[in-house]
C-alpha cells in the first residue's frame, strides 16, 4: 500500500528557534499534502492544504508566517515552525492524496515536537 | 452547532464484545464516510470508507451510514486487545475549495480487555 514517511519522528528545540518536519510519500506521487496539528487526546486539526509547486492554502487561524509549508516536488512537503514557542509543542501529521482515488489520504506516522 | 459530533467515549470492554461506535455531522454535502484507526503516538490508518447509505462489512468490521438521519456508525465484532485505539469518523466532501479535506470527529479511545 501506500506509504507516508515523515521525519524527524521526534525533535525538541528551544524556544525561538525554527524546526523542519518533512513529509515524503514513498511509493507515490502527492498532487496534494495536508498538515494537521493533533493535541493529547484531541481529534486532528487542519492547519494547511499544500498542492505541488503552488502556495499553501491554511486554515482560518492558523498563522502563515509562523508554520510555513513548502511542497517543492510531487514526493516532498516540509512544514517549518519558525521562532517556535512552547504552546506550538504538539504533534504535527502530514497526509498524501494522490493515488488512485481522490477520497483516500494516506498519513504518516507524526512528528512529536516538544519546545522548551 | 459543531459540523461532526462523536461519542466521546471512553469506551472499555472485555476481549469478545461488540463494539458501536457512532458520529452524526450536520453537513449534507458530505460525499465519503470513513473511519480511521489511530494507535497511540501514530498516524491514523484508514479503516473502511462508504459512500452510500447502507451496511458494509469487512471482516469483523461494518460500517452503517444513514445519510437520511446524518448518522454513521462502526461495529466492531468479536472485539480483541489489539483493536484498543483510538477511532476517528472522518467527513469528506470532493468539491469547491475545500476538495480532499477531511472533517474529523472528536475521536473515541476503545479499550478491550482480556
Known amino acids: 500500500g501506500a506509504v507516508v514517511s515523515q521525519h524527524p519522528s521526534r525533535v525538541i528545540c528551544k524556544s525561538g528557534t525554527s524546526v523542519k518536519i518533512e513529509c515524503r510519500s514513498l511509493?507515490?506521487?502527492?498532487?496534494?499534502m495536508f498538515w494537521y496539528r493533533q493535541f493529547p487526546k484531541q481529534s486532528l486539526m487542519l492547519m494547511a492544504t499544500?498542492?505541488?509547486?503552488?502556495?499553501?492554502?491554511?486554515e482560518q487561524g492558523v498563522e502563515k508566517d509562523k508554520f510555513l509549508i513548502n511542497h517543492a516536488s510531487l514526493t516532498l512537503s516540509t512544514l517549518t515552525v519558525t521562532s517556535a514557542h512552547p504552546e506550538d509543542s504538539s504533534f504535527y501529521i502530514c497526509?498524501?492524496?494522490?493515488?488512485?482515488?481522490?477520497?483516500?489520504?494516506?498519513f504518516g506516522p507524526g512528528t512529536r515536537l516538544t519546545v522548551t | 452547532q459543531k459540523e461532526v459530533e462523536q461519542d466521546p467515549g471512553p469506551l472499555s470492554v472485555p476481549e469478545g464484545a461488540i463494539v458501536s461506535l457512532n458520529c452524526t455531522y450536520s453537513?449534507?454535502?458530505?460525499?465519503?464516510f470513513m473511519w480511521y484507526r489511530q494507535y497511540s503516538r501514530k498516524g491514523p490508518e484508514l479503516l473502511m470508507y462508504?459512500?452510500?447509505?447502507g451496511n458494509k462489512e469487512d471482516g469483523r468490521f461494518t460500517a452503517q451510514v444513514d445519510k437520511s438521519s446524518k448518522y454513521i456508525s462502526l461495529f466492531i465484532r468479536d472485539s480483541q486487545p489489539s483493536d484498543s485505539a483510538t477511532y476517528l469518523c472522518?467527513?469528506?466532501?470532493?468539491?469547491?475549495?475545500?476538495?480532499?479535506?477531511?472533517?474529523f470527529g472528536q475521536g473515541t479511545i476503545l479499550t478491550v480487555h482480556p
Open positions: 499544500s498542492n505541488e509547486g503552488s502556495k499553501a492554502t491554511y
Open positions: 472522518a467527513f469528506l466532501f470532493l468539491g469547491g475549495t475545500s476538495y480532499g479535506k477531511l472533517t
Open positions: 462508504t459512500y452510500s447509505s
Open positions: 511509493d507515490f506521487q502527492a498532487t496534494t
Open positions: 453537513n449534507s454535502a458530505f460525499q465519503y
Open positions: 497526509s498524501a492524496n494522490g493515488g488512485t482515488t481522490n477520497y483516500e489520504q494516506y
